[in-house]
């Protein structure tokens, strides 16, 4: 079955940086787009980033907040996606979810301070 586990959220300051990994698992990796969502406390579901399947070459697309300071990438090989996330704000908190066509992980939780 389809299993996504992401990791590598935590605490940072205002400006700082961090990776986020998500391990996917049960289905075919490289033939599928694989998104990043976020939720902030109180707040909907948000799409963050994505990256195409193979037959879109993998494409990468954002949402505007993030534009220019996270970039998505995938490593086939390693059945993982990654989003790198620099210049981080406090509206950046929020718990980040790992997504593959309505599958989501249980999501790692990125807090940024003030």
């Known amino acids: 079955q389809v299993q996504l586990v992401e990791s590598g959220g935590g605490l940072v300051q205002d400006g700082g940086s961090l990776r986020l990994s998500c391990a996917a698992s049960?289905?075919?990796?490289?033939?599928?787009?694989m998104n990043w969502y976020r939720q902030a406390p109180g707040k909907e579901l948000e799409f963050v980033a994505g990256?195409?399947?193979?037959?879109?070459?993998?494409?990468?697309f954002y949402a505007e907040s993030v534009k220019g300071r996270f970039t998505i990438s995938r490593d086939n090989a390693k059945n993982t996606v990654y989003l790198q996330m620099n210049d981080l704000k406090p509206e950046d908190t929020a718990i980040y979810y790992c997504?593959?066509?309505?599958?989501y992980g249980q999501g790692t939780q990125v807090t940024v301070s003030s």
């Open positions: 997504s593959r066509n309505g599958f």
């Open positions: 990256s195409g399947s193979r037959e879109s070459g993998h494409s990468t």
């Open positions: 049960g289905f075919t990796f490289s033939e599928y787009s």
